[in-house]
């Protein structure tokens, strides 16, 4: 199923999907929005890395593990990064697989039987780091940064009602740092501009000028003649 991340209505039907195109886990670059992830292998016997294209549902694999991740993160250098449920960081490389242990985060995700919660984790590419919204294994939910150097978490805020996140992802900003901010509160006044001037001399002295006004996308909504309207002009900037 797909829905609308603003208003959260359902914008297609739902639909059976092969399952190893499910993931466990994913991390997407924000440069090339390239989606990686953890996923089975076809006879759902192995664990692996891939890029999958969810449009498309399709997806390539450059790698197997026997690591179950509970969170990964794309950094700016280039490499994957996941915390398997083991509670370690590892580094993994995106074109062949290989995973190199970083460190433990300390915090145990294991409960007495082995399982482990729903959680996942993204790297924000601004400021490189690395995001967990972690539940351990006594089911304590809260926020985490993890030092990609040591994998040592550090707790930024436990969840007030050991909320459980998934799927993850820092949104790509809107405009560069230091890009000037969305206009706020315009106002026109149609007296100063040429265009209207040059507009009102060309309709006779029974025109009358009716709802001068600018939504945000600056629309002249209506311009009526003898009481009727005879035209609607529309300008985006």
């Given at each position: 199923?797909?829905?609308d ?12 999907v092969?399952?190893?195109?499910a993931a466990?886990?994913?991390?997407q670059?924000?440069?090339?929005g ?11 016997q ?9 449009e498309k ?5 450059f ?14 250098d ?8 083991d509670g ?19 915090v145990?995700?294991l ?10 984790g ?8 690395f ?12 926020l ?6 040591t ?6 805020s436990?969840?007030p009602?050991n ?6 992802i820092?949104?790509?900003?809107k405009?560069?740092?230091?890009a ?9 006044d149609?007296?100063?501009?040429p265009m ?12 009358t ?5 600018f939504?945000?996308?600056s629309k ?8 009727s ?9």
């Amino acid at each position: 199923m797909q829905f609308d991340p603003e208003t959260w209505e359902r914008v297609a039907p739902s639909k059976e999907v092969q399952l190893h195109l499910a993931a466990f886990e994913t991390a997407q670059d924000p440069t090339t929005g390239e989606v990686y992830g953890e996923f089975y292998d076809a006879q759902l016997q192995q664990r692996e890395f891939g890029v999958i294209d969810f449009e498309k549902e399709t997806r390539t694999t450059f790698g197997k593990t026997d690591k179950s991740y509970v969170a990964l993160g794309l950094s700016t250098d280039g490499f994957l990064y996941g915390i398997a449920s083991d509670g370690y960081l590892y580094k993994i490389d995106k074109t062949n697989g290989k995973e190199t242990q970083i460190g433990s985060t300390g915090v145990t995700l294991l409960d007495e039987d082995g399982s482990y919660s729903g959680q996942s984790g993204e790297i924000d590419a601004k400021t490189n780091t690395f995001y967990w919204t972690c539940v351990d294994a006594q089911q304590n939910a809260a926020l985490y940064t993890v030092d990609l150097k040591t994998g040592a978490a550090t707790k930024i805020s436990d969840f007030p009602n050991n909320d459980m996140f998934v799927g993850l992802i820092v949104p790509k900003p809107k405009a560069a740092e230091g890009a000037p901010a969305a206009a706020e509160e315009m106002t026109a006044d149609p007296s100063a501009s040429p265009m209207f001037r040059r507009l009102l001399r060309t309709a006779n002295r029974r025109t009358t000028l009716q709802a001068f006004r600018f939504t945000e996308k600056s629309k002249l909504r209506k311009i009526q003649r003898n009481n009727s309207e005879f035209s609607s002009l529309s300008k985006e900037f």
